[in-house]
C-alpha cells in the first residue's frame, strides 16, 4: 500500500469503534469494547470519548465512510441524549449509562461531575457547530444545540473560589477528592475552554495560578536528548505518557500555540520525538523495540495472569508494552517515525487489525501477546490525530470558533488557525 492507502485503512477501520460499536441506544462512545464479549460494559458511555467520536464522525463524512445525512442523524441522537443526562453545575460525570441518560459512578466518590471529561466532549462539541452552523435550517438548529450545551457549562464554579479550576465534584461528595488541574498533563484544554465561556468564564489568574503554576510549569529537563520545555507531572526527566500530548489537541491547535511561559508546539513535537527516542535507545532490552515498533502510553496491559489491567506506560514505568494509539495519534509530531510504526503495526494484522481498527496493545516481550480490546479514549485520538495531519480538519473547526479565540485571547496565547 502507499502511505495514503493505509492511512485511509487505518482510518476507516478506527471509525466502527464509533460507529458500528456504538452504544445503541444514545449513539455516544462505549468505554470499551471487548471483541471476544461485546456485550460487556454495553451501556457504559464514556463522556469524553464521546467528544472525540464526533470528532471521528465529522470526518467520516468528510472521507466518505458515511453520508452526511447518516452522520447529521446520528449525532442528532446522542446531542438528544446529552441535552437529558445527568448534568453537575452544567457539567457531565465520566460516565454515563446510554439507556437512562443516568451517572455511573467511576468510583466511590467520583459520582458527580467531571471536568475535564466536560472539556473533552466539549471540544467535539465546538466541532460539530461549527461544521453544521452554515448548513441547512435543520443543520443550523443542531449546531445551536451543539453550541448551548457548551454555554450551560459552569466552569467557574468548579474553582472553589480559588485561582485553579478542580477535576470532580459531586452532590453527595463534594469535592472530596480534592484534584486541582494543574499543568503539565492532558489538561490544558479545560483552561482555554474555562476561558472561552461567555457567562462562567474563569480570570486569568486561575490559568496563570492554577495550570501555569505562576511559570512553575516550565521546564529545562531534557529527554533522551529533547527538551521537555514542560514540567511533566510526575515524570519531570522521562516525559509523561504521549496522551499528554493527544487528549488536549485534538481540537486545540499546538502548532504556533504558545503564551508566557510555554511553546506548547515544541513541548508536544518533543515530547513525542523523546518517546520515540526512548525506544529506540531501549534501555531496558525490551524485544523488537526500535525506530520501526515504539509508543508508550496510558493502554490496557497484560497481567502475568493473562488478564488485562491498565496502565501508563512512558519512560522510566515502561513494562515492554507497545500502545498504538501512542505513535499513531503522533503523526502530526511525528510523521515519518509515526508512518514507520504503522507499516510495522500493518505487518502484524494477522494479529493486531481487529474489527475496530488496531488493538489497544501488544507485548514483543512476551511473544506478540495483544490485549484484543479497545478503549474510546485510545481509538478517538489515533483517527482524529491523523486527519488532522492530513488536512488539518479539527484543528481548523475547532480554532475558527469565536468564543475559542476569545478565551485564547483572554489568556494571553499566540495561536494559529489552519486554513
Not at 523488537?288 to 490496557?300: E, F, K, P, R, V
Amino acid at each position: 500500500m502507499t502511505d495514503d492507502e493505509l492511512l485511509d485503512l487505518t482510518q476507516e477501520e478506527t471509525f466502527k469503534y464509533f460507529w458500528d460499536f456504538a452504544n445503541a441506544e444514545s449513539g455516544g462512545a462505549r468505554e470499551r469494547y471487548l471483541p471476544a464479549n461485546p456485550s460487556q460494559d454495553q451501556n457504559i458511555v464514556t463522556t469524553g470519548g464521546t467528544g472525540f467520536g464526533m470528532m471521528a464522525i465529522l470526518l467520516g463524512i468528510e472521507r466518505g465512510f458515511i453520508s452526511r445525512t447518516e452522520g447529521f442523524n446520528r449525532l442528532t441522537t446522542l446531542l438528544d441524549f446529552l441535552e437529558h443526562a445527568d448534568r453537575f453545575h452544567g457539567a457531565w460525570p465520566h460516565w454515563l449509562n446510554g439507556s437512562t441518560g443516568e451517572v455511573i459512578p467511576f468510583s466511590d466518590l467520583d459520582d458527580g461531575a467531571d471536568l475535564v471529561e466536560t472539556a473533552f466532549l466539549a471540544q467535539g462539541l465546538i466541532t460539530v457547530g461549527e461544521y453544521f452552523k452554515s448548513g441547512s435550517s435543520d443543520e443550523q438548529a443542531l449546531a445551536t444545540q451543539a453550541f448551548d450545551l457548551v454555554s450551560a457549562v459552569e466552569w467557574n464554579w468548579f474553582t472553589q473560589g480559588e485561582n485553579a479550576l478542580y477535576w470532580h465534584w459531586s452532590p453527595n461528595n463534594d469535592f472530596a477528592i480534592n484534584l486541582k488541574l494543574q499543568g503539565y498533563n492532558e489538561t490544558l484544554i479545560t483552561y482555554i475552554l474555562a476561558a472561552a465561556s461567555e457567562n462562567f468564564s474563569i480570570e486569568p489568574e486561575v490559568y496563570k495560578e492554577g495550570w501555569a503554576q505562576n511559570g512553575a510549569i516550565a521546564s529545562s529537563a531534557n529527554a533522551f536528548g529533547y527538551p521537555l520545555e514542560v514540567k511533566h507531572a510526575g515524570a519531570e526527566q522521562t516525559g509523561g505518557p504521549l496522551f499528554w500530548a493527544h487528549y488536549s489537541y485534538l481540537g486545540l491547535n499546538p502548532f504556533g500555540l504558545s503564551d508566557a511561559y510555554v511553546n506548547y508546539e515544541t513541548a508536544t513535537v518533543n515530547h513525542a520525538l523523546s518517546n520515540y527516542a526512548y525506544c529506540v535507545q531501549n534501555p531496558l532490552g525490551w524485544r523488537d523495540y526500535g525506530q520501526d515498533l515504539w509508543g508508550l502510553t496510558a493502554s490496557y496491559t497484560l497481567n502475568a495472569d493473562g488478564s488485562l489491567g491498565y496502565k501508563a506506560h512512558r519512560p522510566g514505568d515502561d513494562t515492554g508494552v507497545i500502545s498504538p494509539t501512542a505513535a499513531l495519534s503522533s503523526f502530526p509530531y511525528t510523521p515519518q517515525e509515526s508512518m514507520a510504526a504503522l507499516r510495522s503495526f500493518y505487518d502484524l494484522e494477522n494479529i493486531l487489525l481487529g474489527p475496530a481498527g488496531f488493538y489497544d496493545a501488544f507485548s514483543p516481550q512476551q511473544n506478540y501477546t495483544v490485549a484484543e480490546a479497545y478503549l474510546a479514549i485510545d481509538q478517538g485520538p489515533i483517527i482524529v490525530m491523523i486527519e488532522n495531519y492530513r488536512s488539518g480538519l479539527l484543528w481548523r473547526l475547532f480554532m475558527q470558533n469565536e468564543s475559542v479565540q476569545a478565551g485564547l485571547d483572554k489568556l494571553n496565547f499566540n495561536y494559529t488557525i489552519p486554513q
